[in-house]
């Protein structure tokens, strides 16, 4: 039997078989005094929360910067490029959304400043709007809206994050529009919750609320009122600080949740939980009697990360190494490897370049596994083919991802294979110049589902990559098959280059096996080395896919392959 509150908070029962509202009930977080809070962790450990309840959740993030999209941001610039199986290229926090709620994200849960004038202006350029003079409002803000109401029938709680924080003059439109927004729905229907910062006084041994104060008062100004505040500390919030924030800030005292450092973020559904964060959120949509949480699921994750039985060293070797979050999944997906055979994974990052012109060996002594995941550019390609030649060499497990598939195949191809001159048409554009082999090409087209798709090189970089999700069928009997438990995958993808697969038959006789395909048979997808302990080469992204709760397969094993190897060290 289904059960949800109607308006009033009323329980109603319908035999659906899951919990739903009549309507969407939207929860709108933002942030000020400083950014990178954590805003993106709270909204998607609020969202886990409220499915411990019993209700459908979806987020959001709406971010004010002019990019289109960040998928031709720099990594060192915006971390990470989130890829949806719709082929969307988002921010990093729809990670974090899928990651602790488990609910895959779309290409209408994240938009920019850039993507929303854009189709304004084309509306515009189309006679949409029939000659009227194009504003911010109520054109842009209506765009947002519009954005913001997409599948609202579809779940109980919609949660859009608002990047930036407030103040920020690019972000104006975005607060605007939710004003209108909440103004726009029933009485009761929206709530705004404030993600802001206590600091800490050492000298004088002080909590400071005037921060939070100036925030709220800059959110008030522009027509919106917090109704639940939460406040990043090293520490407990005082009673007298709560009291105090209550009463300047006008929100009630048990809606100042304190918002902790805490060791992982895989605390974070326990600790906002226990500082009432989701019966807060439901006292203010005046929903009562609330359906009691089940926080097994947490539990055990939390028991599997602080009660660990050993550790493993890997060896992450990248170019972005400067900026963890530009590898954050890759990390993320570790650590749920880890937690699947209770090890600690110690990271630890290698810039690839380092060993460009030197001997590997001395940087990757010591690791019990190595991988390297995608990136774009020539920079660091050398030490990432010598990384795979040392994990080949000295049967080191390696999970090499996107590129490092890629340079594992040429390592393969000028090592093993014979073909001295193999190369990738990503660096090699002057390939006339000197002989060369591009075992790696740049891919013209290929099928997404029932059509072709044509791409050249000289075309915009933004989204014409080949994104999203497809399909791949595995060779029986490979270790891969052995890994996943079936034969026939699904997987992500975000890539212009490709294996080509006409070097196929000299890189098997090798012993590198093409153990997974395209279902056409045109594109190689997974390699393995037969004669290693754990050696596998994937062209697609595994990390988007994993969960603490359902850790990816491939991690899974590779931590496995890991804790087996620091055995025998």
Request: proline share 5%; glycine share 10%; charged share 25%.
């Amino acid at each position: 039997m289904q059960r949800f509150f109607g308006t009033a908070g009323q329980l109603i029962l319908t035999s659906h078989g899951s919990s739903r509202t009549n309507m969407a009930r939207f929860i709108f977080i933002t942030g000020g005094v400083v950014s990178s809070l954590g805003k993106g962790l709270a909204s998607a450990a609020l969202g886990a929360l409220l499915q411990a309840r019993g209700y459908s959740v979806r987020l959001r993030k709406l971010d004010p910067y002019l990019n289109v999209d960040p998928g031709t941001m720099s990594p060192f610039e915006h971390g990470e490029v989130f890829v949806t199986d719709d082929g969307a290229e988002t921010d990093l926090d729809l990670g974090h959304y899928e990651r602790f709620t488990g609910v895959a994200a779309r290409k209408t849960d994240s938009v920019s400043s850039g993507r929303i004038y854009s189709n304004v202006l084309e509306k515009e350029r189309r006679g949409d709007y029939l000659g009227k003079t194009i504003q911010v409002i109520p054109h842009v803000t209506n765009e947002i809206k519009d954005f913001i109401a997409i599948g609202e029938d579809e779940v109980d709680f919609m949660l859009c994050e608002i990047g930036g924080t407030v103040g920020d003059i690019e972000g104006l439109p975005f607060f605007e529009a939710i004003r209108q927004f909440s103004q726009d729905k029933p009485r009761g229907q929206c709530i705004f919750m404030h993600l802001t910062l206590l600091p800490y006084i050492k000298a004088s041994g002080e909590l400071k609320t005037k921060p939070t104060q100036h925030s709220v008062k800059e959110l008030r100004s522009i027509g919106l009122a917090p109704d639940i505040l939460v406040c990043r500390s090293e520490g407990p919030i005082p009673k007298k600080e709560r009291e105090k924030l209550a009463l300047f800030c006008n929100v009630r005292p048990d809606s100042v949740i304190a918002a902790q450092d805490l060791s992982t973020i895989y605390d974070a559904p326990l600790a906002y939980h226990k500082e009432g964060l989701d019966q807060a959120v439901l006292d203010a949509f005046q929903i009562s009697p609330a359906p009691k949480p089940d926080l097994a699921k947490w539990e055990d994750v939390s028991d599997r990360i602080h009660n660990a039985e050993g550790e493993v060293k890997v060896a992450i070797v990248g170019k972005y190494t400067q900026l963890e979050d530009a590898y954050k999944s890759i990390a993320e997906a570790l650590t749920h490897g880890g937690m699947a055979n209770r090890v600690k994974v110690k990271v630890e990052w290698v810039d690839a370049e380092v060993f460009d012109t030197e001997d590997a060996a001395p940087h990757l002594e010591g690791f019990h596994a190595i991988l390297v995941p995608g990136g774009f550019g020539e920079r660091g390609t050398e030490g990432k083919i010598k990384a795979a030649q040392y994990a080949r060499e000295h049967k080191v497990p390696y999970l090499g991802i996107c590129l490092g598939m890629q340079m594992a195949v040429i390592e393969a191809a000028r090592n093993a294979a014979g073909i001295a001159e193999a190369g990738s048409e990503e660096f090699d554009h002057e390939a006339g110049k000197r002989r060369f082999e591009p075992v790696v090409y740049h891919l013209k087209e290929w099928v997404q589902g029932n059509h072709k798709v044509e791409r050249k090189v000289g075309d915009d970089k933004g989204g014409t990559m080949r994104l999203g999700a497809y399909n791949a069928v595995l060779a029986e009997g490979s270790k891969v098959a052995e890994v996943y438990g079936g034969t026939q995958i699904e997987e992500r993808h975000r890539h212009r280059y490709e294996v080509d697969i006409k070097y196929r038959e000299k890189l098997e006789k090798a012993g590198l096996n093409f153990s997974g395909m395209s279902p056409d048979g045109r594109l190689p997808e997974i390699v393995e080395w037969s004669d290693h302990p754990w050696f596998i080469g994937v062209q697609y992204h595994p990390e988007l896919k994993s969960k603490p709760f359902d850790p990816h397969p491939l991690f899974r094993d590779f931590v496995r392959a890991a804790k087996d190897s620091s055995r025998l060290v």
